[in-house]
Nanobody, 124 residues
Framework: EVQLVESGGGLVQPGGSLRLSCAAS????????MSWVRQAPGKGLEWVSS????????FYTESVKGRFTISRDNAKNTLYLQLNNLQPEDTAMYYC?????????????????RGQGTHVTVSS
């Protein structure tokens, strides 16, 4: 059974930083792309970032490029997302997903296995 457990969210002021973690189990972690997606209040799921099997290749949605960094530790079966220079529009529930979405359609994203999420609130 695939299990994904996110942690690290919280309340932070604009310009602040957080590091999200996702502990994975129930599958061979190093055999899969992994991704982060988010859902802002009242909006659909949005793809944020993906990382290749080895971690060599990373991909980001335009709005987070240069501010967020995705990484993985295959020895620990853990996915990370470093969030820097956070802005109020980054406020959302953040989920890690097994695999990467074929498109940015929220319904397609919703089809990927994901955890329970960790909430990020950016507010002064």
């Amino acid at each position: 059974e695939v299990q994904l457990v996110e942690s690290g969210g919280g309340l932070v002021q604009p310009g602040g930083s957080l590091r999200l973690s996702c502990a994975a189990s129930g599958f061979i972690f190093s055999n899969y792309y992994m991704s982060w997606v988010r859902q802002a209040p009242g909006k659909g799921l949005e793809w944020v970032s993906s990382i290749s099997l080895s971690g060599q290749n990373t991909f980001y949605t335009e709005s987070v490029k240069g501010r967020f960094t995705i990484s993985r530790d295959n020895a620990k079966n853990t996915l990370y997302l470093q969030l820097n220079n956070l802005q109020p529009e980054d406020t959302a529930m953040y989920y890690c997903t097994k695999g990467r979405p074929e498109s940015r359609d929220p319904q397609v994203i919703a089809g990927l296995p994901r955890g329970q999420g960790t909430h990020v609130t950016v507010s002064s």
